[in-house]
């Protein structure tokens, strides 16, 4: 192996030196700067590649996010119209009670030239209605009506 090392080297000797041409160091130079413009664009293109990923990634994940600030706002809202809402019907109710209270409201039931049938409806507007459990004492038996 020596022996070939050293034959390679008596070779490259007796080729000789051989002078640059007086462009040569700017066609390198030249060269090597368009490799690194080259690698530049390169470099640039994968960040922008990966900055549009990102980005895109991240668009992605804040529309899965809940809203949960705009969520509360909107309950305490809609919190605050229904107990308007009730706080309105409970004075209807009260008006209606007083109303009936003042008018004495029946009910034709019918009748002939000698009688006439009427339903006076003080008692049912005035006393709350009963419920299921109150009318029978533990629920509704439907057989009992």
Do not use: C, H, W
């Amino acid at each position: 192996m020596n022996n070939d090392v050293n034959g390679m080297v008596e070779e490259l000797r007796d080729l000789g030196t051989t002078r640059a041409t007086p462009d040569f160091t700017r066609r390198v130079m030249s060269r090597l700067a368009a490799r690194r413009a080259t690698r530049k664009r390169r470099q640039l293109a994968g960040a922008l590649a990966t900055a549009a990923g990102l980005i895109l990634v991240a668009g992605i994940l804040v529309g899965r996010i809940p809203r949960s600030a705009p969520a509360r706002v909107d309950l305490a809202d809609e919190t605050r119209r229904l107990q308007q809402e009730y706080s309105d019907l409970e004075r209807d109710l009260q008006s209606f009670r007083a109303s009936a209270r003042e008018t004495a409201p029946v009910l034709y039931l019918g009748g002939d030239d000698d009688v006439d049938l009427v339903l006076d409806l003080v008692p049912f507007i005035l006393e709350p209605a009963p419920t299921a459990t109150s009318a029978t004492g533990g629920g509704l038996d439907p057989y009992e009506l």
